[in-house]
């Protein structure tokens, strides 16, 4: 079965500007994170897909394969979206977002998410790593309740699941899961996620995965072991990042 990465960019970030061109280990962020997908060799194709000729200046030199979007697109799957109906890319059955930001991200999440879908489990996958308690306060980190099949019922920056009495955190503790940034879709799945309009959750939140929960998406979750580092969304992540940055294996030849 033929899969797609897209790794979607765009320069409005209001947390971190121009967040795909800020330098990570003295690379532009965007490169960094297609250089560790590449590496990984999970797909057939890896495509950075953005509105900006600046980002698509930088991962053309890097070697990278680009495709340019529309600039009106509110979340990355619609981004992604829109590269999955090009011609040259309608080929392939599974579809898979690795979000700009996440240069840590690990195979086994990009592997599990694909996983549920070319198995026909679900429509939609994703993952998401055990995690300690100190993340429930931490609002930029997103964190995400499933069921006992593996099925996600919540994503939020909120504190979930919620412990409402200390003497029950032996309960709390283990349900506590950081979601990583990577989603797989049916092409089907894909359509009709975009084919809906932004739900006043995703918007709340800023999360574009309650579009698809909000509808009643089935998405699976699989469960990694935890990433060290995450996603880049501030100066703080950014500094962080850099401080312990270590470089992916070589993408020589992959693309």
Do not use: C
Request: hydrophobic share 45%; glycine share 8%; proline share 7%.
């Amino acid at each position: 079965m033929s899969t797609l990465i897209v790794i979607p960019a765009r320069l409005g970030a209001t947390r971190l500007p121009r967040k795909p061109l800020r330098l990570l280990g003295g690379a532009p962020l965007i490169v960094r994170v297609w250089e560790r997908v590449a590496a990984m060799r999970i797909a057939d194709r890896v495509v950075v897909a953005t509105d900006a000729e600046e980002v698509a200046a930088v991962a053309r030199a890097a070697g990278a394969e680009v495709a340019m979007t529309r600039d009106d697109h509110v979340s990355g799957t619609d981004r992604v979206a829109e590269v999955a109906s090009q011609s040259a890319y309608g080929a392939f059955r599974v579809i898979v977002n690795v979000q700009g930001d996440e240069p840590y991200i690990n195979a086994d999440g990009i592997r599990g998410a694909a996983d549920f879908v070319e198995r026909g489990l679900f429509p939609l996958g994703t993952a998401a790593s055990p995690a300690s308690s100190d993340i429930l306060a931490n609002p930029a980190v997103v964190k995400v309740v499933t069921d006992d099949h593996h099925r996600a019922l919540y994503f939020s920056r909120a504190p979930i699941p919620f412990l409402r009495d200390e003497a029950d955190r032996a309960y709390r503790d283990p349900l506590v899961k950081q979601h990583l940034g990577v989603y797989a879709y049916t092409r089907d799945a894909l359509r009709r996620w975009v084919s809906l309009p932004p739900h006043p959750l995703e918007l709340t939140e800023r999360l574009e995965q309650l579009r698809a929960i909000a509808d009643g998406m089935a998405m699976g979750v699989a469960t990694v072991a935890p990433v060290e580092g995450g996603g880049i969304d501030t100066e703080d992540d950014l500094a962080l990042a850099n401080a312990r940055w270590t470089p992916a294996p070589s993408t020589a030849g992959t693309h």
